[in-house]
């Protein structure tokens, strides 16, 4: 049988505590997963700080940069067998696996390579009080060894995300994968192997969050900082972890984002644009559109219009042709979004399409399948329209003018995404000024350039990363004065 192991200065671990990693289709069991206990985050934190004095801390930033290039080439060269691994964990299907996950896995070490290259730090003259002259300039050093603590909707891409700037900026890493997803964490590290990263640079605990590897990392206190990708209320227990030895942290939270649909759109693409918002990865984006306003004029024809294309979303295993739909990533989360799915016609919700779980052949029916889902009628206040659910759903409510739009898409504690579907440039630009979010897309989703800032307001997170800004927490900026 499979085993997931540990990788911790440059080897792989076994551990004595196991636990099983379950393929959403099917629910078959594909491996063990051998869980970190303090003894192996002691070791890895040991082993990281480490690399940050030896050869890791030494190498030219010239050279660091040549060896995330290398990164990125093997994991293009092995792209099959991490698309495998991700699909094996996950169930999504494997166009969007092909097309999204494995290629930004990659091109998140690209990104930030060429960043580290060529960005400058600032400088400054001045006359001193004296009459004389001083220069200022800025400095940035690593954080040190940085704890990357990762979700299971879009493993590789989410941790390279953060592991691709922590390694550009010269700080060694130590990532805890969700336990629902370990495969591509692992196989990095033959990566990190293959391409001659030092020992220490790159490590990987498995395991879970309280009682576990999450907790005992992010509470060791030869750990720097902590990137965090995950629920708000994890977020908020890594955060009272870090209080102890104030450290930083960046987080990237949880969300429940509004689509917001005027009269004037592209009418097909709106429709095409929510569709995706609302159901690709099975709705396991934090992106993704839970809450749909659309305009009064247009309300019915959408309703219809989106109802047409879940309905027409194929569900199925991830190689099967023309699949759109993949199932939930386990039994527990499945249970969770059935339960909100009952709760919206407890409140009272008009079930426009779904609301159940598909039939399944043969063993597939034992996978986390659950159908699209929309509903109209709620209250704001229904649990659906307030809370996230994460699940392939939601809810469309009409609005008639701007102002009532931006009040519906702001009354949320969460603040990470907003999409927003208008041919007109005034009404456009007005909106993505009063959205109350860190990531306002005008006719078009999930469009990225990973040279901007990403990140979420309110309840959605803690800073922001992408770009320089990853810079701001994966380095400490050191300005030096020289009196001349
Ligand atoms: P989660 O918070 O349950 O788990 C995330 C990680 O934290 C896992 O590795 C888990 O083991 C670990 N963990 C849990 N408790 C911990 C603790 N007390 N201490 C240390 N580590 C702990 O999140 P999830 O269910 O894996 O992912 C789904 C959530 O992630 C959703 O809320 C989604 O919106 C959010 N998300 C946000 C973004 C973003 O960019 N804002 C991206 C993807 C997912």
Redesign the pocket.
Known sequence: MKQYLNFIHGEFVATAKTFENRAPVDNRVLGLVHEAGQAEVNAAVAGARAALKGDWGRLSVVKRVDMLYAVADEINRRFDDFLQAEIADTGKPLSLASHIDIPRGAANFKVFADIIKNVPTESFQMTTPDGGTAVSYAVRSPLGVVAV??????PLL?MTWKVGPALACGNTVIV????ETPATATLLGEVMNAVGVPPGVYNVLHG???GSA??FL?RHPGVSGIT?????R?GE??MA?AAKGVRPVSF????KNAGIVFADCDFDKAVAGITRSAFENCGQV?LGTERVYVQRPIFDQFVAALKEKAEALKVGPSEQPGVGLGPLISAEHKQKVLGYYAKAVAEGATVVTGGGVPDMPGALAEGHWVQPTIWTGLPESASVVRE?V?GPCCHIAPFDTEEEAIALANATDYG?ATTVWTQNLGTAHRMAAAVEVGLCWINSWFLRDLRTAFG?AKA??IGREGGVHSLEFYTELRNVMVKL
Do not use: Y
């Open positions: 603590v990762c979700p299971w909707n879009l989410l805890k994968p969700s336990e879970f969050g309280p999450g907790e992010t965090f990708t995950g629920e708000t994890t227990a890594i972890a990237e939270l949880g969300g934090c996230e994460f990470l979420g959605s997170g």
